[in-house]
């Protein structure tokens, strides 16, 4: 499955930074684009399994949905597509061209912070 995958992958790239910081990571926030989409229920699952016993066990994990966006060839307006209302909405125009969809990303990791426990 995608999800067990891309939940190794980010994982991995976490205990990294742990290992390098020496701390406890709380929360990640990821995002993905539309086409190459993460299904939430299946991407938690598959990343609390894949930490367990790890640092990075019963931390928290966002993911966000980046829309995809496309240009106007009328009138070159940018606007987010919504795939029940396929039109520019600024001229009703459905010739428009796709822009590049976001990649998946890691986008932060938010560590605690060791002076809350009395400092390292
Ligand atoms: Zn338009």
Not at 83 to 106: G, M, N, V
């Amino acid at each position: 499955m995608h999800e067990t995958a891309v939940a190794q992958s980010i994982l991995d790239t976490i205990l990294e930074h742990a290992g390098k910081l020496n701390a406890k990571p709380v929360r990640a926030v990821i995002s993905c684009g539309q086409f190459n989409t993460l299904n939430d229920e299946a991407m938690q699952f598959a990343f609390e399994t894949a930490a367990e016993g790890t640092v990075c066990e019963a931390m928290e994990l966002v993911i966000r949905h980046i829309p995809l966006r496309a240009r106007c060839v009328n009138c070159d307006r940018l606007f987010e597509f919504d795939i029940y209302t396929p039109a520019c909405p600024e001229c009703k125009s459905e010739h428009f061209d796709f822009q590049a969809d976001a990649p998946l990303l890691l986008e932060e990791i938010e560590f605690e912070n060791p002076n809350d426990k009395g400092g390292l």
